[in-house]
C-alpha cells in the first residue's frame, strides 16, 4: 500500500536466531501496529506504538519485541525464533485511532 | 474487551447470487467497526467503516453493511456476487473515539464463487 513498506517479504530462518522485522511509513502517523495472521486465528496484535520511544503490548506479545526511534520506523524483533512464530506478519498504520488503517503488504515469515 | 465473532469459516454462493458475511461484536464502548478484503498472498484493503454516523454504510466494489446495535451485528452484502469477489473477509472493532490499541479481528471467511 502506498505509503507504508515492509521488509523483508519473505524470509527463511532458522530456531534460535534473532530476526527483525521493519515497517516503514511515510504518512507521518502516530500509530503503528504489528500483527500476525495465521489461519483460523485472523489477526492478532502483537505490539503497538503510540509515539517515538512509546510501545505497548498486544494479544500475542510473548517471544516479540518492538522499537520506534522515528516516527516512521517501527522494527519488531524476534529474539529467538521458533517455530510457532512462522507466520505472516502486517504492519500497520493510523493517523487517528478507530478510524482508518492502512496495511502494508506483509512479510512472511518461516521458521525451520 | 471487545471481540468478534464472523459466522462461517467459508461461505459458498453461487455467480449472482446475493452474498451475506455475518459479523457480530462486543465492545463495552460505543464501536467503530469496519470490513477489510484480502485476496490471495495480498495485504488487507478496506471495503467499508462504520465511524457511529450512518448505520447503512456503503464501500467499494458493490459492499454494504448496517450497524444494528440491538443485535450487536455488522453483517456484510453484496446484491449480486461477482467471480472476483472469491476472498477472504474479515470483521473488525475498535474503540470509538479512543484508544491507541488498534483493531480486533474476527478469525476471516472465505467467500467462494461458484460459477
Known amino acids: 500500500d502506498a505509503g507504508i513498506t515492509q521488509s523483508p517479504r519473505h524470509k527463511v530462518t532458522e530456531t534460535g536466531t534473532p530476526v527483525t522485522l521493519r515497517c516503514h511509513q511515510t504518512?507521518?502517523?502516530?500509530?503503528m501496529y504489528w500483527y500476525r495472521q495465521d489461519p483460523g486465528h485472523g489477526l492478532r496484535l502483537i505490539h503497538y506504538?503510540?509515539?517515538?520511544?512509546?510501545?505497548d503490548k498486544g494479544e500475542v506479545s510473548d517471544g516479540y519485541s518492538v522499537s520506534r526511534s522515528k516516527t516512521e520506523d517501527f522494527l519488531l524483533t524476534l529474539e529467538s525464533a521458533t517455530s510457532s512464530q512462522t507466520s505472516v506478519y502486517f504492519c500497520a498504520i493510523s493517523e487517528t485511532t478507530g478510524v482508518g488503517y492502512t496495511f502494508g503488504s506483509g512479510t512472511r515469515l518461516t521458521v525451520v | 474487551a471487545q471481540s468478534v465473532t464472523q459466522l462461517g469459516s467459508h461461505v459458498s454462493v453461487s455467480e449472482g447470487a446475493l452474498v451475506l458475511l455475518r459479523c457480530n461484536y462486543s465492545?463495552?464502548?460505543?464501536?467503530?467497526l469496519f470490513w477489510y478484503v484480502q485476496y490471495p498472498n495480498q495485504g488487507l484493503q478496506l471495503l467499508l467503516k462504520?465511524?457511529?454516523?450512518?448505520?447503512l454504510v456503503k464501500g467499494i466494489n458493490g459492499f454494504e453493511a448496517e450497524f444494528k446495535k440491538s443485535e450487536t451485528s455488522f453483517h456484510l452484502t453484496k446484491p449480486s456476487a461477482h467471480m472476483s469477489d472469491a476472498a477472504e473477509y474479515f470483521c473488525a472493532v475498535s474503540e470509538g473515539g479512543g484508544g491507541a490499541d488498534g483493531l480486533t479481528f474476527g478469525k476471516g471467511t472465505h467467500l467462494i464463487i461458484q460459477p
Open positions: 465492545s463495552s464502548v460505543p464501536p467503530y
Open positions: 506504538s503510540y509515539g517515538v520511544k512509546d510501545t
Open positions: 504518512e507521518n502517523h502516530r500509530y
Open positions: 462504520y465511524t457511529s454516523a450512518a448505520t
